[in-house]
């Protein structure tokens, strides 16, 4: 017996680099952890950029919410306060954001070659904790992704060609209309239901072990951080 986890998340997405340190938590302390197979999906929180668009975050979050850059670095503050309960690493001052479709494209083929989780891993390190920015910068991106253990040749030829798993891609966020959901993390157990959002680890625990018994209920419909096309948004109530 096993069960596989689909994860809908995007690079630019802080409560999907929160949502995946929780769920992980809760897998490593399930007894099934090994049958339990998790595959990551795609999802643009905003398709429409152009390949080499970025910019500073504090800004975009700005104009996204239409609040002070003030206000949009406190919201930054209160990101990081909730990554480090959970002990990641978060830089509130610097980072970018832009297209994420080559690193989609990137992790499919990662996928593939069976270092998608490294992969992912790594490129959330790029973004959410290392000085250096992520977007727009192939070179840089060619660096994170051997980092993760990917052959530079193998990751060069898939950057090279447009067209390389771009219907993967695709597919992902299609499927992801089609389940009617439109924010990250996105969770999809046993291909039965969803959890929706940066949820708590105990959430997860439940989730899992719910999938693992084949029983279909509701869970996961408590509000929790998640970020979709218009930006991203705490929620009123912490769900720590």
């Not at 949502?19 to 643009?44: C, I, M, N, T, Y």
């Not at 992969?119 to 060619?142: C, E, M, P, Q």
């Not at 999809?188 to 899992?208: D, I, M, N, W």
């Amino acid at each position: 017996m096993s069960v596989t986890v689909d994860i809908w998340t995007d690079i630019n997405c802080p409560f999907c680099y929160l949502g995946k340190r929780r769920f992980e938590a809760a897998l490593d302390e399930f007894p099934q952890r090994d049958d339990v197979r998790v595959v990551h999906r795609s999802f643009e929180l905003d398709p429409t950029l152009s390949h080499d668009a970025s910019g500073p975050v504090a800004e975009h979050i700005a104009q996204k919410y239409g609040i002070s850059v003030d206000q949009a670095r406190a919201s930054e503050q209160g990101i990081a306060a909730q990554a480090a309960e959970v002990g990641l690493p978060y830089r509130t001052e610097g980072r970018d954001f832009g297209s994420s479709f080559d690193m989609h494209r990137l992790l499919h083929h990662a996928l593939a070659v069976g270092s998608q989780d490294a992969l992912l891993d790594a490129l959330y390190a790029a973004n959410f904790a290392d000085d250096s920015a992520l977007f727009g910068d192939t070179d840089r991106l060619v660096e994170v992704a051997v980092g993760a253990g990917l052959d530079e040749s193998e990751v060069r030829r898939v950057l090279d060609d447009p067209d390389a798993y771009a219907d993967a891609v695709r597919r992902d966020e299609q499927q992801a209309a089609a389940m009617g959901a439109n924010g990250v993390p996105f969770f999809v157990f046993a291909g039965k239901y969803a959890v929706s959002g940066a949820q708590p680890t105990e959430t997860f625990a439940r989730a899992l072990q719910l999938a693992w018994g084949e029983q279909i209920v509701p869970i996961g419909t408590e509000s929790a951080g998640a970020c979709g096309p218009d930006g991203c948004a705490v929620p009123a109530a912490s769900d720590d």
